[in-house]
């Protein structure tokens, strides 16, 4: 049996995880934290028996315990929920789904009380790499990447000499308005952004699948898990999502991991890493596949990815503003309060306002975050 908790079990994530748990008869689930959706919580315990349940508010948590009486399960709340979760003493593994810099503390938690990660929350990554990738090391616990992206390069290092690696080919969709001008993005709604061509993900990446700013953090993601600098990570566009990203050794020799867009696998890769398990689904079948293209990306329509190449070169905290505006931006488009072509905009003017903290401590961060929420909210 490998145990295993999972933070953000009610989201796109969360509930793929439990897919594959439930497909699987060797996981066992420990503990489940999500913010506010009881209702679906409660049919997980149920079906999954976690001794411990973690949701933010205290309201919630109450709410749940009553659901759940029957049940013995122990239900907690806020970020020392959260925490608690993450520490849980029988998981071995933590699946960190949780969307946004939330996930920073419960992550370190988790490494602390030696539990591996699969990580899915790029947030941690992007906005403190530099103390998540030593302190793995330190606790000696591994990162496993659940980003499908970030899947395809560590398959395709596997066995591999990681000093021999020579650049990375982040592969990208361009999401459901590539090819168009920013005349043409100027006036594109909710709806449309929410479309997205291949993958059924959660609203705020499917955004930023949109802006191309998902992108942007997957560089980010990528340049921390792999050890690589930015310039060594090329974007290139290959719109059906067939290959999920390459590595390109010293050599030249380039080697692609590719499979149907399904987010169970990089999932349950990372759950069982090394080991590779029997996936039912679509397989790839070239013969209908005929082609598969490629194009550079369009950083001038989509300025939202030349920025997280600015941040990411610039280190410190500039990452951590990139991330919190666009969290912000994205929200304030989700309520339709700014128009699409403002969310980069918003993450420029911050980026441009903001001194940048080398090596920002997580206290640092969080200030970071919380001061470019303020900026915004005043400004826009
Ligand atoms: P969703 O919005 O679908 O789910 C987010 C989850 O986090 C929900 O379970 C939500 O609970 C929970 N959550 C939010 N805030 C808190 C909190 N304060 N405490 C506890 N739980 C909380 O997001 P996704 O699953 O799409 O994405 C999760 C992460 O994975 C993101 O960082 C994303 O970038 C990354 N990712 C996602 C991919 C995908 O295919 N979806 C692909 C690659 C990476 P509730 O439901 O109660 O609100
Ligand atoms: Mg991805």
């Known amino acids: ?19 594959v748990a439930r497909a699987n008869q060797d996981l066992e689930i420990t503990a489940l934290a999500a913010a506010s959706n009881v209702k679906l919580l409660e049919k997980q315990i149920r079906e999954f028996h976690p001794s411990l349940a973690a949701v933010w508010t205290e309201e919630k948590a109450k709410e749940l315990k009553t659901m759940v009486a029957d049940l013995d399960v122990r ?3 806020g970020m020392e929920g959260l925490l608690e979760v993450a520490r849980h003493p029988e998981a071995e593994l933590v699946v960190t789904a949780v969307v946004g810099m939330i996930g920073i503390r419960p992550t ?22 530099h103390i998540i990738m030593p302190l793995a090391e330190e606790c000696g616990v591994k990162i496993l990447p659940v980003d499908s992206e970030h899947s395809a390069i560590f398959q395709c290092l596997n066995g591999e000499n990681r000093r021999q690696l020579h650049k990375i080919w982040l592969t990208a969709s361009g999401g459901p308005f590539r090819g168009r001008k920013k005349e043409e993005l100027k006036n594109v709604q909710v709806e449309d952004a929410l479309k997205h061509p291949n993958w059924s993900m959660g609203r705020k990446i499917t955004i930023d699948s949109a802006t191309l700013v998902n ?16 310039k060594d990570i090329q974007i290139v566009v290959q719109p059906k999502s067939i290959i999920h990203s390459m590595a390109e050794f010293v050599d030249g020799a380039v080697i692609a991991q590719l499979g149907t867009p399904d ?24 013969w209908s596949l005929n082609q598969i293209t490629f194009e550079k ?25 990139y991330n919190a505006a666009n969290e912000r931006a994205v929200a304030l488009f989700l309520d339709r309060r700014i128009g699409f072509l403002d969310i980069p905009e918003i993450i420029g003017n911050c980026m441009e306002t903001h001194r940048v903290i ?12 919380a001061a470019v929420y303020e900026m915004i909210e005043s400004r826009w």
Do not use: C, H
């Open 358 to 369: 080398d090596a920002p401590t997580v206290e640092q961060i969080l200030e970071t975050e």
């Open 108 to 129: 370190i938690e988790a490494m602390k009380a030696g539990k591996d990660i699969a990580l899915a929350n790029k947030e941690t990554l992007v906005t403190a790499g």
């Open 75 to 77: 239900i907690v709340a």
């Open 1 to 19: 049996m490998k145990k295993i908790a999972i933070l953000g079990s009610t989201g796109s994530i969360g509930t793929q995880t439990l897919e």
């Open 297 to 321: 990306p369009d950083t001038e329509n989509f300025p939202g990815l030349r920025l997280a190449f600015d941040a990411a070169s610039a280190g410190g905290s500039l990452p951590t503003v």
């Open 215 to 230: 992108k942007g953090l997957e560089m980010m993601e990528a340049r921390w898990l792999f050890g690589v600098e930015p």
């Open 263 to 286: 987010m169970r696998l990089p999932i349950q890769y990372a759950l069982y890493y090394p080991d590779r398990r029997y996936l039912p689904g679509d397989r790839l079948d070239f």
